[in-house]
């Protein structure tokens, strides 16, 4: 769905561990896909995106995994440092069309 | 080089008063487009424009209204306010029409709109 109730999913992790940050997406026709980072006070910030003909894209720190057949898609973070606290969203968005779609955000909490 | 810029950054009203919210894009981009954030939930598409022609619209009411002038920056204006257009009012810019070029949306930081 477009909406997220008041209390976000929230994921804490240790410093130094990796992040998993999931997400299931709405519309099959979607073919592109990206994930934000949005920090108390200001925008989405552009992490990394992901066709629909690729089923992994690597950034630095980040991996993308997306599994079409499941409209499931993912965002890992390697080595999570303090500075990653912050809500992540996924968006959708499918070719011909100006609508991005978020999903429900995630809230990352580091654990110093 | 400057990201997208918004102003102004915060803004007080009351019902039934009218707002005009502005955005600047990165320098080069044609595309801007207007998500409203309500507090703790994803941004909600309103509007895209490209070379000064709305493109795209989202499920919000006429008192929504926007344009996009010959330097691309761009208006949202929203008229007979009610307490439920309390939000944070994104703008993001990209370099093409649609994200079907696959050039992703880098937002500013919003304009922060209560209604008293």
């Known amino acids: 769905g477009e909406s997220v109730g008041l209390h976000l999913p929230t994921l804490s992790v240790q410093e130094g561990d990796n992040s998993i940050i999931n997400c299931a997406y709405s519309n099959s026709a979607s073919d592109y896909f990206i994930w934000y980072k949005q920090e108390s006070g200001k925008g989405p910030q552009f992490i990394i995106d992901?066709?629909?003909?690729?089923d992994k894209r690597q950034g630095q720190r980040v991996t993308v995994l997306l599994n079409k057949t499941v409209k499931h898609l993912s965002l890992q973070i390697a080595a999570t440092q303090p500075g990653d606290s912050a809500v992540y969203f996924c968006a959708e968005n499918m070719r011909g069309y100006q609508k991005v779609t978020f999903g429900i955000g995630t809230k990352l909490q580091v654990i110093p | 080089d400057a990201g997208v810029t918004q102003s102004p950054t915060h803004l007080i009203k009351t019902r039934g008063q009218h707002v005009t919210l502005r955005c600047s894009p990165i320098s080069g981009h044609k595309s801007v487009s207007w998500y409203q954030q309500v507090l703790g939930q994803g941004p909600q598409f309103i509007f895209q424009y490209y070379e000064k022609e709305e493109r795209g619209r989202g499920n919000f009411p006429d008192r929504f209204s926007a344009r996009q002038f010959p330097n691309y920056s761009s208006e949202l204006n929203v008229n007979a306010l009610l307490l439920g257009d309390s939000a944070l009012y994104l703008c993001?810019?990209?370099?093409?029409?649609?994200?079907?070029?696959?050039?992703?949306?880098?937002f500013g930081d919003g304009t922060r709109l209560s209604i008293l």
């Open positions: 993001a810019s990209s370099l093409a029409r649609g994200q079907g070029g696959n050039q992703p949306q880098h």
């Open positions: 992901i066709r629909s003909n690729m």
